[in-house]
Nanobody, 127 residues
Framework: QLQLVESGGGLVQPGGSLRLSCTAS????????VGWFRQAPGKEREGVSC????????NYAGSVKGRFTISRDKAKNTVYLQMNSLKPEDTAVYYC????????????????????WGKGTLVTVSS
C-alpha cells in the first residue's frame, strides 16, 4: 500500500513562495502519475497540477499556471510543488495523490482518478 506524506506548508505573505514536498513509501514511486490537489474552506477539492510517470508531461490549473511548478526527484521518491507569487486565494489544504500508471505525457482523465492520497498540508497566504 503506497503511503504519501506531504510537507512544506505554512504561513506566507502574499507574493511569497513555498515549496511543498510529497514523499512516497515505495521506491517504484517513479512509475506513478502524481498530482497536487487543494481544498479551501467551504469549497470543493480542485486539481492544481499533475505530472506523468515519465516526468516529461505536466499540467496546471489555469489559476496557478505560470506561478506553480511541479517536479519529481525519483532518487528521493519525492514530487515537489514550487509555489511562487502566492495569493490569499491560494490558501487551502494541499493534498498529494498518486496512481500507478505508466505514461509519457499527462492524461487528465488519470489525474482526476487517483488511488492513493496523503493527509494534506495547510498553506495559508495572509499578511
Amino acid at each position: 500500500q503506497l503511503q504519501l506524506v506531504e510537507s512544506g506548508g505554512g504561513l506566507v505573505q502574499p507574493g511569497g513562495s513555498l515549496r511543498l514536498s510529497c514523499t512516497a513509501s515505495e521506491f517504484t514511486f517513479g512509475n506513478y502519475v502524481v498530482g497536487w490537489f487543494r481544498q479551501a474552506p467551504g469549497k470543493e477539492r480542485e486539481g492544481v497540477s499533475c505530472i506523468s510517470s515519465s516526468s516529461r508531461g505536466t499540467n496546471y490549473a489555469g489559476s496557478v499556471k505560470g506561478r506553480f511548478t511541479i517536479s519529481r526527484d525519483k532518487a528521493k521518491n519525492t514530487v515537489y510543488l514550487q509555489m511562487n507569487s502566492l495569493k490569499p486565494e491560494d490558501t487551502a489544504v494541499y493534498y498529494c495523490a498518486a496512481r500507478n500508471y505508466y505514461s509519457v505525457y499527462v492524461d487528465p482523465r488519470i489525474c482526476r482518478d487517483m488511488d492513493y492520497w496523503g493527509k494534506g498540508t495547510l498553506v495559508t497566504v495572509s499578511s
